[in-house]
Structures are given as structure tokens and as C-alpha cells.
């Protein structure tokens, strides 16, 4: 049964659950996420779920398998399954964004 709104706080980062469903694909989660200045999602992989983050407001410093890649309105990125990232937010507002999950089967 999909999961809707479902919010948590973790040290100035924000999350709200928009989606949580399988599919013939796998699990597949939509979320929004907010970024305060300075802070960051740790480096981190995920054995089985691709992600893509799509930028609504502010500006996201990536860093991708050792690249850094710098996004901002608009953008996107795409990362693999058990490809290492982080995020951090570099710029002086709120960073806005969607993560869509796929978790492979």
C-alpha cells in the first residue's frame, strides 16, 4: 500500500515521502527534500536502487564516484546503483529537491 506525505526531520535536512509503490521493476519512491546552507546527505551507495534528483530551488554541490558536479534550478542528475555520492548544499538559501528512487528486482 503506498505511503503519501509522510515527513521526518534529520539534522536540517527535510523529507516528505510523496510515493512508495512496487512495480514489475521494483520499489519505486518519490520524495521531496529540503537542504538547509551548509548541510549534507553523507557519502553513501545503494546496493540496488538508482537515483535521480531533480533541483527545484538553490544550488547542490554533488560529488560522484570522486567527480564533483555542481547543479542548480532545473537539473538533474542520475546516479547507478552502487555508484558512492554525497550532496551538500554550498549555496546561501534552501536547497530544494525530488529524489526518485528505483530499487531493482
Not at 30 to 53: A, N, Q, W
Not at 71 to 94: L, Q, R
Amino acid at each position: 500500500m503506498p505511503e503519501w506525505n509522510h515527513t521526518k526531520h534529520v539534522v536540517g535536512k527535510k523529507m516528505t515521502l510523496f510515493s512508495r509503490s512496487s512495480s514489475d521493476f521494483g520499489l519505486i519512491e518519490v520524495s521531496r527534500y529540503k537542504l538547509m546552507p551548509g548541510d549534507f546527505i553523507e557519502l553513501h551507495f545503494h546496493p540496488s536502487k538508482s537515483e535521480t534528483y531533480l533541483l527545484l530551488h538553490g544550488e547542490l554541490e554533488f560529488v560522484i564516484d570522486g567527480e564533483k558536479v555542481t547543479k542548480t534550478f532545473g537539473e538533474f542528475v542520475i546516479i547507478p546503483a552502487k555508484i558512492n555520492h554525497s550532496v551538500m548544499n554550498k549555496g546561501n538559501e534552501i536547497a530544494e529537491f525530488i529524489i526518485h528512487h528505483i530499487e531493482q528486482n
